[in-house]
Antibody, heavy 122, light 106 residues
Framework: EVQLVESGGGLVQPGRSLRLSCAAS????????MHWVRQAPGKGLEWVSG????????GYADSVKGRFTISRDNAKNSLYLQMNSLRAEDTALYYC???????????????WGQGTLVTVSS | SYVLTQPPSVSVAPGKTARITCGGN??????VHWYQQKPGQAPVLVIY???DRPSGIPERFSGSNSGNTATLTISRVEAGDEADYYC?????????FGGGTKLTVL
């Protein structure tokens, strides 16, 4: 059974940093691209960032480019999101999602975690 | 940036057919994926690559994509289909979601 478990969310002040983690199990982690998707309270889905199976291809939404860094450790079956210079508008539930394919672009997301809540507020 | 337009809401009676559209410039040239999200739950992939169904998704769910509109069709709608539905594509290697459509089963 595929499982994605996010952690690392919490309350943080504007301008500070937070690191999210996603522990994956139930599939061959290094065969697939992985992504972060967020959802602000009461709002729709927003793709944040994606990383290919071998970290050779990485993409970011314009809203987070230059502030967020995605990475993965295939030996630990883990995905990460380093979030710096956080803003109030980054407040959201952050989902870890498994890509259907090894590379990100073009493919959908076939498994999702339950999300970790990030609240940016003073 | 690429924009996907969905109707905010669609209502349908049980047993009828619901059609949820997703509009985008020449979306027919892209692969479209659809997600269902029920309150308090993570999204679930219901259609990928325009018209493929993941295992476990009922055959009542189908998709099409042509020109400037992609469509998610739900046949013989059930009360349990009530949810938010999102379309998603890739543009210039960036993920793009539609704004979502709330499906109400009357």
């Amino acid at each position: 059974e595929v499982q994605l478990v996010e952690s690392g969310g919490g309350l943080v002040q504007p301008g500070r940093s937070l690191r999210l983690s996603c522990a994956a199990s139930g599939f061959t982690f290094d065969d697939y691209a992985m992504h972060w998707v967020r959802q602000a309270p009461g709002k729709g889905l927003e793709w944040v960032s994606g990383i290919s199976w071998n970290s050779g291809s990485i993409g970011y939404a314009d809203s987070v480019k230059g502030r967020f860094t995605i990475s993965r450790d295939n030996a630990k079956n883990s995905l990460y999101l380093q979030m710096n210079s956080l803003r109030a508008e980054d407040t959201a539930l952050y989902y870890c999602a498994k890509g259907i394919a090894a590379a990100g672009p073009g493919a959908g997301f076939d498994y999702w975690g339950q999300g970790t809540l990030v609240t940016v507020s003073s | 940036s690429y924009v996907l337009t969905q109707p905010p809401s669609v209502s349908v009676a049980p047993g009828k057919t619901a059609r949820i559209t997703c509009g985008g410039n020449n979306i027919g040239s892209k692969s479209v994926h659809w997600y269902q999200q029920k309150p308090g739950q993570a999204p679930v992939l219901v259609i990928y690559y325009d018209s493929d169904r993941p295992s476990g998704i009922p055959e009542r769910f189908s998709g099409s994509n042509s020109g400037n509109t992609a469509t998610l069709t739900i046949s013989r709608v059930e009360a349990g289909d009530e949810a938010d539905y999102y379309c998603q594509v890739w543009d210039s290697r960036l993920g793009v979601f539609g704004g979502g459509t709330k499906l109400t089963v009357l």
